[in-house]
């Protein structure tokens, strides 16, 4: 193997996977990541987001599957039908990868570093491949195909993603958690508070929730949030507790994601009848 193109972009194919492979690892554990630098930039909270998984599996098994594949096909053949073949599909898939890149610049409001950087090695593999392809070009018809394909999966996910919530379900719950001074001292960089949002979906924004990270301040209300939360000794998010009329505290949950029927428990509020 003396090709230095194709040796270039072997090594690529492996550090996709590597990459691919550290983002499954995020996405099951319970801690964080080493990636999570600040409010803006955090790999923890993407990852454990209703959009780094269809049907419950992580997208991060897909990106690993198409790195995977180009690893083994380039080790083993570097004709054009096999260089063409891989670039076809890495048009597809950077096309649902950068819908994904857009759930994070308008919705979360969060970058994932290596994710963008995986995004960034399949678009090189893409060009160096078209660049191994000389004299042999692609036909604009399949370049399209790619496309066209990679729009509809892109769509498919978006709707998915869209329905994947519990809608209004629990509105009536956390309207009644409210109502009895339940507040989720959270974190906005907390991926642990990211899903108990996601639990609830829309009606969390009935309940308090109390800013506890410092890193998270940028408004001398929040800085009030964060004094709050130092008074309860918050060591870990999200951290559930019920106040009297008064301000005083009447009960502490455990640190960490409450189940609804721990809530309802404590709270005597009726969660919705399973249809």
């Given at each position: 193997m003396?090709?230095?193109?194709?040796?270039?972009?072997?090594?690529?194919?492996l550090l996709g996977m590597v990459i691919m492979a550290y983002l499954i690892k995020v996405g099951y554990s319970d801690g964080g990541s080493f990636c999570d630098l600040s409010e803006t930039i955090n790999c923890d909270?993407?990852?454990?987001?209703?959009?780094a998984k269809v049907f419950g599996i992580p997208v991060s098994f897909g990106g690993f599957a198409f790195f995977t594949l180009l690893f083994?096909?380039?080790?083993?053949?570097?004709?054009?039908?096999?260089?063409?073949?891989?670039?076809?599909?890495?048009?597809f898939f950077l096309v649902p990868s950068y819908y994904l890149t857009m759930t994070e610049i308008f919705d979360l409001k969060a970058y994932c570093i290596f994710c963008e950087t995986s995004k960034v090695v399949m678009l090189i593999l893409v060009v160096l491949g078209i660049f191994a392809l000389r004299p042999v070009r692609l036909k604009k018809n399949e370049v399209i195909t790619?496309?066209?394909?990679?729009?509809?999966?892109?769509?498919?996910?978006?709707f998915i993603h869209t329905n994947s919530g519990p809608g209004t379900k629990y509105e009536e719950f956390s309207k009644c958690l409210a109502e009895k001074e339940?507040?989720?001292l959270g974190s906005k960089t907390c991926a642990s508070c990211l899903k108990q949002r996601d639990m609830f979906g829309d009606p969390i924004h009935n309940i308090r929730e109390v800013e506890c990270d410092p890193r998270n301040v940028d408004t001398p209300?929040?800085?009030?949030?964060?004094?709050?939360?130092?008074t309860y000794k918050i060591t870990k998010t999200p951290t559930w507790i019920q106040l009297d009329t008064e301000g005083n505290l009447v009960h502490r949950f455990d640190a960490g994601v409450q189940s609804f029927?721990?809530?309802?428990?404590?709270?005597?509020?009726a969660l919705p009848a399973e249809k």
């Open positions: 003396k090709n230095p193109l194709r040796i270039a972009i072997i090594s690529l194919s909270l993407v990852n454990k987001s209703k959009y083994v096909t380039y080790l083993r053949s570097f004709t054009p039908e096999t260089i063409k073949r891989n670039v076809l599909l890495g048009i790619a496309l066209v394909a990679g729009l509809i999966m892109a769509v498919s996910m978006f339940f507040v989720m209300e929040k800085q009030k949030e964060v004094e709050y939360c130092a029927e721990s809530l309802a428990e404590v709270s005597g509020c």
